[in-house]
């Protein structure tokens, strides 16, 4: 914890070390700014981190955040980070049973044996061309609005024009996803497989009239002007490691151990209240960015905060000691488990597993998905433990909103845990358990957080990890040039619940810089 000069004032002072925080001291300390950076946590990094969470195991998990898409090229370029990403070979497996037999949806692995494939599941052509049409169109959006995530605003009519496919516009702007999933795709698996991109950590219907999930599917197949989730090699820690020390090497002050407790401002010089254990300090800025939740950022200052929208996803990592086979023999593990590996996530199931947990009840087919980071990159292992094959497992629940965990968060986090990979087990040719890794303590290798667990040791509001709604990515009403502004002049909200927030990309972060360096003066 390094020591603060008190009476200094600082150019900006940063609330919140997590990566969007990191990219804003960054680029402002590069700018000759003097930078503060004030952590509550022992460390930096936020919800991208790296943790060795199985005692006497030799494995780097990506505790809470997990693939790469968003983040632009050129924050990385600007920055100068060491950071790569790497391909998946393939994109999904999506196992199911018909007529009696396993079989399943591979897609990946070049564009004949996806047509084959699809061909296998239903029987035809007709699916195949549909998705190609689909995700042609969804590919072009990419390519057009992806690169305004790093400029100002546009408005609605501009990023249209933008577009420029009014066909495009209505699908993913106007109406409902669910709509052009059932108008576009027949079979049920398939049209499962499209919709999971529209709730990733969003509790919605595919017909909800308010698109929430449209939001949500866009910003899941928009990132890089591809809609590649890639691997980080290293893990997220990795990533978040490089950009602590671009904005060290750049002259920002990173101090960990501190939490702001409130933020006092007259819109031109603010005083930051911070609390360390050795009492209260308080430190003087031009510019205060808040790395938090707009609930967050309403609390410190003492405005009236919005309702959060609460989270709704299990997040499970896991360590193998092998891969478990298939009862679908036709695929190899290695090839289903390296993409995304749906899990009761047919387009019915989704819609049943909404209606029971808008109802209270936890999903009797809790939908999820599981990737292995460590077939892409093995890095994040420990050489014994790759000479034996060891291999991770991420899983990430869908439809499990933050209300289902308030009567007891333990209790329910192991009962949706045990039906969720019940749900796995029923695809393998062996149970899951037999191939779990074990601690220095001989304890399965697996932990699981809740949204309850989220907002405990994040402070996401209601387990988010958007920090509320996500936002179109075109100006409305009061979002201000960058999207990062607030009702303070001097105050800017540099986190997940910007406009264009949300997710690992650190594009809150430098358009608050942005907007910083475009009024040096206040």
Not at 447 to 456: G, M, N, Q, S, V
Request: hydrophobic share 40%.
């Amino acid at each position: 914890m390094p020591a603060l000069e008190g009476s200094r004032t600082y150019d900006v002072v940063i609330v919140g070390g997590g990566h969007n925080g990191l990219v804003a001291a960054a680029y402002l300390a590069r700018a000759g700014r003097s930078v503060l950076v004030l952590e509550r946590l022992d460390h930096t990094g936020g919800a991208a981190v790296s943790t060795r969470p199985f005692a006497g195991v030799d494995a780097r998990l990506s505790r809470y955040s997990y693939l790469v898409s968003l983040l632009p090229k050129k924050i990385v370029r600007d920055l100068g980070l060491d950071f790569r990403v790497r391909t998946r070979t393939v994109s999904s497996y999506t196992p199911v049973e018909r007529a009696g037999r396993p079989t399943g949806l591979l897609v990946g692995g070049g564009e004949r044996r996806t047509r084959e494939a699809f061909a296998r599941l239903t029987g035809g052509e007709r699916e195949y061309e549909a998705w190609q049409r689909f995700y042609d169109m969804t590919g072009h959006v990419a390519r057009q609005v992806f690169p305004t995530l790093t400029e100002p605003l546009p408005t609605r009519e501009e990023l249209r024009r933008r577009v420029d496919d009014e066909e495009a516009w209505q699908t993913l702007f106007e109406e409902p996803i669910g709509v052009a999933i059932e108008n576009r795709f027949d079979d049920d698996l398939v049209r499962g497989v499209v919709l999971t991109d529209a709730l990733i950590g969003t509790f919605a219907d595919a017909h909800d009239p308010a698109l929430p999930q449209n939001r949500c599917f866009l910003y899941h197949v928009i990132g890089g002007g591809t809609g590649d989730w890639n691997v980080p090699v290293g893990g997220m820690g990795a990533l978040t490691g490089t950009l602590a020390g671009a904005a060290r090497a750049a002259g920002a002050v990173l101090a960990t151990g501190h939490e702001v407790v409130r933020i006092d401002t007259d819109g031109r010089t603010a005083e930051v209240v911070h609390r360390t254990a050795d009492g209260e300090s308080v430190v003087a800025a031009r510019h205060v960015l808040v790395n938090a939740s707009p609930q967050e950022l309403a609390a410190l200052t003492g405005d009236t905060a919005s309702e959060p929208a609460e989270g709704a996803q299990l997040k499970v990592n896991m360590l193998l000691k092998r891969l478990p086979r298939l009862r679908d023999s036709s695929v190899d593990p290695r090839e289903a488990f390296a993409g995304t590996f749906h899990i009761a996530e047919g387009y019915q199931q989704l819609a049943v597993a909404h209606s029971q947990a808008a109802a209270g009840e936890l999903p009797t087919a809790p939908p999820s998905e599981i990737y292995c980071h460590s077939l892409t990159d093995p890095t994040i292992l420990g050489p014994d433990l790759v000479e034996q094959g060891y291999q991770t497992l991420t899983l990430f629940g869908l439809h499990t909103p933050a209300r289902l965990f308030d009567r007891d968060n333990d209790a329910v986090r192991d009962e949706l845990v045990k039906s969720t990979l019940a749900q796995l087990d029923a695809h393998l040719a062996e149970p899951l358990a037999d191939c779990l890794a074990t601690d220095a303590e001989g304890r399965p290798c697996i932990e699981a957080k809740t949204p309850l667990d989220l907002e405990r040791d994040l402070r996401l509001p209601g387990g988010n990890i958007f920090h509320r709604e996500l936002s179109w990515p075109y100006a409305q009403q009061d979002t201000g040039r960058w999207g990062v502004e607030t009702r303070h002049a001097n105050v800017l909200l540099c986190g997940a619940g910007a406009v264009r927030g949300g997710g690992v990309s650190g594009v809150p972060g430098h358009n608050a810089a942005m907007a910083v360096l475009e009024r040096p003066e206040i």
